[in-house]
């Protein structure tokens, strides 16, 4: 194993040789953390190691701009407390993404750790180590304060990460803020849409509760945009209105056959397991197919694999270099026993009556442009989750300019409907990563605040 790969299974419990320590008969004990959290020694002796970098790089790595040395000395002098609200300052989501955030090509990859010693900081382990101290403590009143009222009313639609930073940033800043979400709890793909081992013991919604505690904020459930609430509406009604609805709507193949049984998309897949109790209750193929090359189609393979599918295949159309799920991803999926076909496009899903598999073909690179060679192969399936991106849902974006299937918004998150604000994934500069979404929605209640000021 190289340097990486150890550090990969040592993180995941992994087993060198490709067997994996958590894949057992007992499926719901295949959902355990997959980092498990850090004791306060641990914690000390790794917060130690940092070498407390003066305009460290791992600062400018994160998106949103956490001070990074200042928390982990913080930890390593006795105060993790302090080192959280640092932390908490910066990112009011801090937990979630220090469970998810793929802290090795972010802030861990730009650790000066990596030149020294090849190995980094965990930073993220420490990010955890730190939100989790404080968030245990209930005595402890909440670490921000609210602004003096400013008598101004925000609607925010969509409880996801960046709806809810938003949320939160305007309420300290004063504001009164409602909250409409389209499903019955809050959280958006922090709940939904992340693999079931990075966010153990009901986590997403103890964050939003901690979120809330800062007052001002209020959510009404049940309320999609363009069948319960309208943009036209909400501009009437409230000064000033921030869109957060991520990328509701899955990409489809184009093939004859998507609507057989067995053939269903993977943030679907994922938000039916996170739902599920016991996890033993959640039904899977015996041979599933896995069609992208995201962290969600990792999420996907990697979880079929520990409900007890017997095969998981994840097809890739190009190389291994080309995808955008993170190496440490890639590398989960290989050591959890999912087989990776890079190279192939699909062009037909095969049925008898019932779903039995699909038909691929290979591909290649000419002159930089992806092509099929003709040559084709089957792969058998009982299953298949489509994972190649998702498109957002433009009902009742009137008035709004859309790009690429995203919303534009100028350097202050506004859209191109005056008093309209908009963040996260839904957005066209947005990366498809919870961190920045917390970002947009941090730094979108601040602009919102200095348009209600300039009003």
């Known amino acids: 194993m190289t340097n990486l790969q150890a550090k990969q299974a040592s993180k995941s419990g992994a087993m060198p040789g490709g067997a994996h320590a958590s894949v057992t008969g007992d499926v719901d004990s295949n959902f355990s953390d997959l980092h498990p959290a850090y004791s306060t020694l641990q914690a000390m002796a790794e917060s130690n190691r940092c070498l407390y970098c003066y305009d460290a790089p791992c ?29 908490l ?12 955030c793929p802290t090795e090509v972010l802030c861990e990859q730009a650790c000066v750790r990596n030149v020294s010693e090849d190995v980094a900081v965990e930073i993220g382990s420490l990010q955890r180590f730190a939100v989790d101290h404080l968030m245990a403590r209930d005595e402890l009143p909440h670490p921000f304060k609210r602004a003096a009222a400013t008598g101004k009313q ?3 639609v969509g409880a996801g990460p960046a709806g809810l930073s938003c949320a939160h940033r305007a309420a300290m800043l004063g504001h009164d803020v409602t909250v409409f979400e389209a499903k019955a709890k809050p959280g958006g793909l922090n709940e939904y849409g992340l693999a079931a081992y990075k966010m153990t013991h009901d986590f997403a919604q103890r964050e939003v509760e901690f979120l809330l505690g800062i007052g001002g904020i209020r959510i ?18 409230y000064d000033a209105v921030f869109v957060g609805v991520g990328l509701g709507s899955s990409n489809n193949l184009g093939l004859p056959g998507e609507a057989f049984d067995g053939v269903d998309d993977a943030i679907s897949f994922i938000e039916q ?10 039904p899977v193929g015996h041979n599933v197919i896995v069609i992208g090359g995201g962290n969600t189609a990792i999420d ?19 190389g291994a270099e080309h995808m955008s799920a993170t190496e440490f991803e890639q590398e989960l999926a290989k050591i959890n026993g999912v087989i990776v076909r890079y190279w192939a496009k699909p062009v037909a899903i095969k049925a008898n009556g019932k779903l039995i598999g699909m038909e691929f073909e290979k591909t290649e690179l000419r002159d930089g442009k992806l092509v099929g060679t003709g040559e084709t192969f089957d792969i058998r399936a009982d299953q298949i989750l489509k994972a190649i991106g998702q498109k957002i849902k433009t009902d009742d974006l009137a008035g709004m300019e859309i790009s690429g299937g995203k919303i534009v918004v100028d350097d202050k998150y506004q859209t191109t409907a005056p ?37």
């Open 154 to 156: 925000i609607a925010v």
């Open 220 to 237: 009404e459930y049940g309320k999609a945009l363009g069948r319960d609430i309208t943009l036209g509406a909400l501009r009437d009604g």
């Open 59 to 87: 600062v400018t790595a994160c998106p949103t701009s956490i001070d990074i040395p200042s928390f982990i000395r913080k930890i390593s002098t006795g105060n993790p407390d302090g080192a959280a609200k640092t932390i």
């Open 273 to 282: 397991l996170r739902q599920t109790e016991p996890k033993s209750d959640m």
């Open 300 to 318: 996907a393979a990697v979880q079929a694999k520990r409900l007890g599918a017997d095969e998981v295949t994840l097809v890739y159309r190009r």
């Open 89 to 100: 300052s910066a990112n009011i989501m801090g937990g979630t993404c220090a469970r998810a």
């Open 419 to 455: 008093g309209i604000f908009a963040g996260g994934d839904c957005i066209k500069s947005g990366e498809d990563l919870t961190v920045q979404s917390v970002e947009d929605g941090k730094q979108a209640a601040i602009a919102i605040d200095a348009f209600l000021k300039s009003a």
